[in-house]
């Protein structure tokens, strides 16, 4: 997790909104960037295609397979079933392989510490679970801080229409990879779902790079798509429940959703399952639970008492983990402030209880296979013999806290398994006090409701119910789990947010809240909206004025950039890239003209700028060989470092004073007016605009359900202003 942005204490009741949605609106950011020549061209090229014959098609297209299937069997975009085949089955073989090295790799640190000397073992244990999870601590600084945290919440927000700085790097994926395997070996509460998730993200973003599926990638609607269904995969892959999966995907990373991407995303999870048993086998928990006949009122009311107690355990734990990062950021503490103190005190007391706990020694699907099953053999040799239902109370006690010391570290890690583990043993515990008190045995069948509780009330939503049924498989109980976390759900809203919203506000990542405000129903486009920086005039704006800009664009700048003619109206609107590409082709043509010292300004400006607006990384090992040398300056330069700092500064600063020194003089490139008509340019032809008076919930509805990154303000068909998702995000929530 990335602390820095937290100015806030996340930790209050709020609530977001999830919707359904037909197509209607899929396209919308594709066809906003065409014209409106292009789209009926594009429409009639469509027309004449579907009526060529067919032996015609087989003459035009006679090497793409894949087009003659798709031709042949009706399918608007083949391409798409390929993607996902293809993709489903990498992913999976990827998840398989790190997830058996996880495996390995514990259990190799669990024979360390199996030795007949006590105080060795519990050095041991207490020695590889530090060394573990200070790598996982490692990988946010030394490789990325896009690997920190679950990833869940940032593909809320990518699918909500906000793009992420570098979220889908290369470095992201080795360090969320090796992040997740060091976090998980040294023995952390914390999951894997979210981590998955994100990994199965990145290596759908990387397979849409390439030349095949360029059609994809280019297009925003398809992009969106396929990492939906990349979501719904990670899910499917490390909970083994497809039904589950899928429900969850859309109830926790889609603001909206498109029902027709709802096939695609089981498509998927079923490959993702095929590919898993060829590997593992029955990939369910194999419960060995049997339904018991008992009074409906009895069970009812002890299902609901089960509902509100998980209720509060998952929204306090929500609560707890927000107040615990808000602190480490306020409090002026170094073992707090400092991630690698932090993960290293986390490692100690997380190695010392669960040497003196076996139970949780275990991974957190083991812990549910143990708690959901009527075997008493398992449960003997892993938890408690009868009588010595208090052992369940220290163990879910523990489990709670050492959760919440995982989930506030700087690491990848996920909120999945820990969840549904505290939920199992509380359930559990809660069996057994009912089997003492009345001598009724349904154990298994209260952990399964209190694991569904607990997670519902931890995230705020209800798919638990169905994850805990498929690896259950109990179809009895179904009604019953359904109960619990309803009203575990309904409890943990009333108390906090869910996790992900914590999370979501954690990192301050740009996410449509519901407006609850009545103040904000009287509110308009004009009370919001900001002032427009960065203007082009046609017949007014040189070159000068365009590198003026590109100069002072600051990153992650999502606006397109009006252009106005001489009234004031918007015209055309062009982004930051294709400004920077127009100046740059113009510049290449005429450089010879100029000095080898003036190139050298050139070079260097249209250098900083290209790194700047393309977001441009260093790769793997250079990144980290500049992290350990400010790492080391930090501790022995500080001067130097600063220095360093101001250096780029003063660059910067000396070639946009060059410009402003020659651009009367230099009427070959500087001064030179840009034709926006040019075929070199590639601007927008409409932008999509709203008057002033324009009121605050259709503004909200326009950001929901188009993805809208921006909208332009008018007064009267001049140009007074623009609002982005995040100024009406603060705005409309503060």
Not at 494 to 499: F, T
């Amino acid at each position: 997790m990335d602390y820095s942005c937290l100015h806030f204490n996340p930790a209050r009741p709020s609530q977001r909104t999830n919707f359904l949605l037909t197509d209607f609106a899929s396209e919308y950011t594709d066809l906003e960037r065409k014209s409106l020549n292009t789209q009926i061209m594009s429409l009639d090229q469509k027309k004449i295609t579907k009526n060529i014959k067919e032996s015609e098609f087989d003459k035009k297209q006679p090497h793409n397979i894949t087009y003659k299937i798709g031709y042949y069997l009706h399918l608007n975009n083949p391409k798409e079933w390929v993607f996902i085949i293809f993709f489903s089955i990498i992913t999976s073989l990827f998840l398989v392989f790190l997830d058996k090295l996880i495996l390995i790799s514990f259990q190799k640190r669990k024979i360390w510490a199996n030795t007949s000397n006590s105080f060795l073992n519990y050095f041991i244990w207490v020695i590889t679970s530090i060394f573990f999870i200070l790598c996982a601590a490692s990988v946010g600084y030394f490789i990325t801080p896009d690997a920190d945290g679950s990833g869940i919440p940032e593909m809320k927000t990518v699918l909500s229409g906000v793009p992420i700085y570098r979220y889908f790097s290369f470095n992201a994926f080795v360090g969320k990879s090796f992040g997740i395997f060091a976090a998980i070996v040294s023995g952390a509460s914390v999951g894997k779902v979210g981590p998955y998730v994100h990994l199965s993200c990145l290596i759908c973003t990387r397979l849409m790079k390439g030349s095949y599926f360029e059609k994809i990638d280019n297009s925003t609607s398809m992009k969106t798509t396929m990492l939906s269904v990349a979501c719904a995969t990670g899910i499917t892959f490390a909970l083994g429940c497809p039904l589950g999966g899928v429900l969850f995907s859309i109830e926790s990373t889609a603001s909206i959703y498109m029902v027709s991407n709802l096939w695609k995303s089981f498509f998927s999870s079923v490959i993702c399952c095929f590919i898993t048993k060829i590997f593992y086998g029955d990939y369910s928990i194999k419960a060995d639970t049997h339904a018991i006949n008992v009074n409906f009122v009895f069970k009812i009311i002890n299902f609901i008492i089960i509902g509100i107690i998980t209720g509060i355990i998952g929204a306090s734990c929500a609560t707890l983990v927000s107040k615990g990062v808000y602190i480490r950021k306020k409090i002026n503490i170094s073992w707090l402030n400092n991630r690698f103190k932090y993960a290293a005190i986390t490692a100690l007391i997380t190695s010392s209880v669960t040497f003196f706990i076996p139970g949780l020694r275990n991974f957190d699907k083991q812990i549910l296979m143990h708690l959901l099953s009527d075997n008493g053999n398992i449960i003997q040799a892993n938890w408690y013999h009868p009588g010595e239902g208090w052992r369940l109370l220290i163990a879910c006690v523990s489990k709670y806290f050492l959760t919440v010391l995982g989930l506030s570290c700087t690491m990848p890690s996920g909120v999945f398994g820990p969840m549904f583990s505290v939920g199992a043993l509380f359930g559990r515990f809660y069996g057994h006090l009912i089997y003492s008190i009345f001598g009724i045995n349904m154990e298994s069948a209260f952990a399964m409701a209190a694991s569904a509780g607990a997670f519902s009330g931890f995230s705020h939503t209800v798919s638990s119910a169905l994850m805990v049924f498929e690896l259950a498989g109990q179809t009895k109980y179904l009604p019953y789990l359904l109960i619990t976390c309803l009203i575990a759900n309904l409890i943990g809203q009333g108390i906090s947010m869910g996790i992900f919203d914590v999370l979501l506000a954690i990192k301050n990542l740009p996410y449509l809240p519901a407006i609850k405000s009545n103040d904000s129903y009287s509110m308009s486009a004009g009370d919001i909206m900001n002032k427009i920086d960065f203007i082009l005039y046609i017949g007014k704006s040189r070159i000068i004025d365009g590198l003026s800009i590109l100069s002072q664009i600051p990153k992650k700048f999502v606006i397109n950039i009006p252009i106005l003619d001489e009234k004031g109206i918007i015209k055309k609107t062009i982004s930051a890239k294709e400004l920077y590409f127009f100046l740059f082709n113009k510049y290449n043509i005429i450089k010879k003209n100029y000095t080898y010292k003036i190139q050298n300004y050139f070079n260097e400006f249209f250098r900083y700028s290209k790194k700047k607006i393309f977001s441009e990384k260093r790769n793997l090992f250079s990144h980290i060989k500049y992290k350990f040398k400010k790492l080391y300056l930090k501790l022995k330069d500080k001067e130097r470092l600063i220095l360093n700092k101001n250096f780029y500064q003063e660059s910067s600063m000396k070639i946009i004073s060059f410009f402003e020194e020659n651009q009367e003089k230099d009427y070959i490139y500087l001064s030179k007016e840009i034709d926006f008509n040019d075929k070199m340019i590639n601007c927008g032809k409409s932008a999509l605009t709203i008057d002033k008076e324009y009121p605050l919930l259709k503004i909200q509805f326009l950001f929901t359900f188009l993805n809208l990154s921006h909208i332009f303000v008018t007064d009267s068909g001049k140009l007074v202003g623009v609002i982005t998702k995040e100024s009406f995000i603060n705005k409309t929530t503060t």
